[in-house]
């Protein structure tokens, strides 16, 4: 049986590719699991059909756990809209979005933050994140979900913490 | 040099016939990309397209681009250059030719039963056609047929190569029809997941059998089949880089045995990383997402290798040439052989490809980017340039091969490929760009309510690289038309160039020719990597009927 003939450069170049891969993995891991850049997580299972019935989801929109300090948005990706449209934070807080859908698959992003999440029907996402700078922010639907895509968007205006609720 | 071997024209008919259907799918597929980045600059045709009845909506344009050109176009020509690489690689007839021709005409029919629900408007689901829209159940019969279609001729692939080892006993098999069973095998593994979710979900459901499915579960199986999806695109890019670019560029393969590693392990990981398409997906724990990201991004080692090679062999391939000091052998290159060029400009751009690909991987860099047009950016380096431009390249001596005609217009070849390259070199920087600030794909941003006029400029530059793509794309179906049917009789037939290695091929070790145990090994990465999640979510299904409605 022959061996593995590997030229002298090449060794070097897999050792080079493999310590890079080794970095990456290093950064990522730290980024997400001690610094908590995360992705989202699954907050529970709803029939979607039985939203209107759920005394959370007949319901959505912001909810103040502690003022200035903690929020909850309850959101929901419908065709072709988000209910509720527009919601209001205050600046500073760190707000818990869970997000679910009424029919099909939509997305949910938020423009220059790193909220993101797939909308499935029967599934909660979870995601969170802290509004520092007061000023308004668009959110998009980012899954195709038929001839009303393209308009479906809504917004979230995050006021400086002493405005809010005024 | 005469070639070693030639193959029948009933032979070359059957593969004839694989080209045409994929470059007719390009053909009408590729109309509809640069109106997509039409409608992105402000200039919307879609009025004028429902009119002449082109297509109803964006989206109905936006399934056909997808279907035809990610999976007709790639599908049928993959097929086709695989079977040449069979026949000729072997140097004997497949085993059993009419197996073959079944599995062919049986993705024919299942082409045309998907094509005409698409084409009625009745299934603009997208090429990823998501559940709960809902398409009639005849739409995923169609791509069931395809699929399995394609798995038979694959099937005739196994037997031919099986009867070859026979007679040849400790002979190692030609590096082309390795390859090209190996990316076979690879699109056997990938296509299970799609196979049972079209299978077991999505057809009984869409039939009325069965009321609802869990949605999660179907994403999983869907992205299961995504990935590897890319890589059985892109393996025969690298047969020909590896197989047959040293030659063409006057060289030799710089090694043969670290192409076959490099396949090895294409095989290995490509895979069991389907949650890189999920990292945001609420229903995958974190923990397995992050798994899924490590072994993604350990593709980094077979890619980095493919490089190494390819580079080294161009190099060798451009001293040859004449071409003097450290960077002499790339200008010696021809660069003016429209086979040639092609090649080395897909492959230029799809570095810059395999950079947003390690982006897209990153687990929690990819919150930035997905679902955006940062994606499409990507893939248009990727399956549009690097795997189209290059399977173009194959086509230029492919097709003459075939027709026994002369390759028409040299000249416009060669201005073809660099105008794919430069409008693709746009069209996709200013894609990137967009999805960075946070433009949605699958979108008509011309009509989007939302688009702060900051955008303006990278869209225009959109529609910018549509204009070039739309004259480039037109040229190369232009070439092939002529050099299929009309273009001068040649006097000899195409010499078939299949790059030599530089090394002893008898020196490659046996285990890098022995199928069992990678196949065991990617068998049991794909089980560790999926049966968790998979129990996860079987056992707590969350079924959903979707509306009953049109949404399109
Ligand atoms: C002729 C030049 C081309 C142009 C100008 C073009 C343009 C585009 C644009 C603007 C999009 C994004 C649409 C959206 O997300 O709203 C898109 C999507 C896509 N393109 Fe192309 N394209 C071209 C060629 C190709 C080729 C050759 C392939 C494959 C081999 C391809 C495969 C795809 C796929 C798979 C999608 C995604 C479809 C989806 O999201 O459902 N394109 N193209
Ligand atoms: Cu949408
Ligand atoms: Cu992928």
Not at chain 1, 139 to 150: D, M, N, P, Q, V
Not at chain 2, 463 to 487: D, E, K, Q
């Amino acid at each position: 049986m022959s061996s593995l003939h590997i030229d002298k450069h090449e060794k070097r170049w897999i050792t080079i590719s493999i310590a890079l891969l080794a970095a990456f993995a290093v950064l990522i891991g730290v980024a997400g699991f001690a610094l908590g850049v995360q992705v989202p997580t699954l907050d529970q299972k709803i029939d979607p059909t039985k939203l209107d019935q759920d005394p959370v989801w007949s319901n959505p929109g912001v909810r103040e756990l502690v003022p200035g300090k903690k929020y909850e948005v309850y959101l929901i990706a419908q065709t072709w809209q988000f209910v509720p449209r527009e919601i209001v934070v205050p600046a500073g807080a760190k707000v818990t979005f869970y997000v679910t859908s009424r029919d099909i698959q939509h997305g949910f992003k938020v423009l220059n933050t790193d909220l993101n999440v797939q909308v499935i029907p029967g599934y909660v996402g979870k995601l969170s994140y802290t509004f520092d700078e007061p000023g308004e922010y668009k959110f998009i639907c980012t899954e195709y979900c038929g001839l009303g895509h393209a308009a479906m968007f809504g917004v979230i205006k995050v006021v400086p913490p002493e405005e809010y609720g005024k | 040099m005469a070639n070693e071997y030639t193959l029948t024209r009933a032979e070359k008919r059957f593969i004839g016939w694989h080209i045409f259907v994929a470059v007719a799918a390009l053909a009408i597929g590729s109309f509809f990309g640069p109106m997509q980045a039409f409608n992105y600059a402000g200039w919307n045709f879609y009025p004028q397209l429902k009119k002449l009845h082109i297509a109803q909506s964006y989206y109905q344009g936006l399934t056909l681009h997808g279907v035809l050109n990610a999976v007709v176009w790639t599908t049928f020509f993959i097929l086709g250059f695989l079977t040449f690489n069979m026949i000729y690689g072997l140097k004997r007839p497949l085993k059993y030719p009419k197996l073959n021709a079944f599995g062919f005409w049986m993705m024919v029919v299942g082409l045309l039963l998907a094509a005409f629900y698409i084409l009625a408007n009745q299934a603009s689901v997208l090429y990823t056609f998501y559940p709960p829209m809902k398409a009639p159940w005849p739409f995923y019969l169609g791509l069931v047929l395809l699929v399995v279609g394609s798995w038979i001729e694959g099937y005739g692939f196994y037997f031919t190569l099986h009867q070859w080892k026979k007679d040849n006993p400790g002979v190692r098999t030609p590096f082309i029809a390795f390859a090209s069973v190996a990316t076979m095998v690879l699109w056997q593994l990938a296509t299970l997941g799609v196979a049972i979710e079209a299978l077991f979900m999505l057809l009984p459901w869409s039939a009325g059998l069965v009321k609802g499915i869990d949605i999660q579960l179907a994403r999983t199986f869907f992205w299961w089949f995504g990935h590897p999806l890319v890589y059985f695109w892109l393996l025969p890019a690298y047969i020909s880089w590896y197989g047959y670019l040293p030659r063409q560029a006057g060289g030799k393969l710089f090694s043969d045995t670290m192409a076959r590693l490099a396949f090895w392990l294409f095989i290995l990981l490509s895979v069991p990383v389907g949650f890189h398409h999920q990292f945001v997906d609420p229903g995958v724990a974190p923990g397995w997402k992050y798994i899924h990201a490590l072994l993604t991004l350990s593709v980094v080692i077979p890619s980095l290798m493919t490089l190494f090679t390819v580079v080294a062999s161009l190099e060798y391939a451009g001293r040859q040439r004449g071409g003097k000091g450290l960077m002499g052998w790339l200008a010696a290159l021809p660069w003016d052989d429209p086979i040639v060029a092609s090649q080395l400009l897909a492959g230029i751009l799809f570095i810059f490809g395999g950079f947003g690909g390690i982006v897209n991987a990153s687990y929690n860099t990819n919150l930035i980017l997905h679902n955006t047009a940062w994606v499409p950016g990507h893939f248009h380096l990727t399956v549009s340039t690097a795997v189209t431009l290059t399977f173009m390249g194959i086509s230029f001596w492919l097709v003459p091969y075939l027709t026994g005609r002369e390759l028409c217009c040299r000249k416009a070849a060669l201005v073809q490929v660099y105008l794919w390259f430069i409008g693709m070199a746009i069209f996709s920087q200013a894609m990137h760009s967009l999805g960075l600030l946070g433009a949605p794909r699958r979108t008509p941003l011309g009509e989007a309510p939302y688009i702060p006029p900051e955008w303006s400029g990278l869209l225009l530059r959109v529609g910018i690289g549509g204009i070039i793509l739309l004259v480039a794309v037109y040229m190369y179906i232009w070439i092939m038309a002529h050099t299929a049917f009309f273009a001068k009789k040649a006097a000899k037939e195409v010499e078939i160039q299949v790059a030599e290695a530089m090394t002893d091929v008898q020196a490659v070790p046996e285990w890098l020719d022995a199928w069992k145990p990678w196949l065991v090994g990617a068998v049991a990465l794909l089980v560790i990597a999926y049966t968790p999640v998979l129990i996860d979510l079987i056992s707590g299904m969350m079924p959903v009927a979707g509306p009953n409605i049109k949404l399109w």
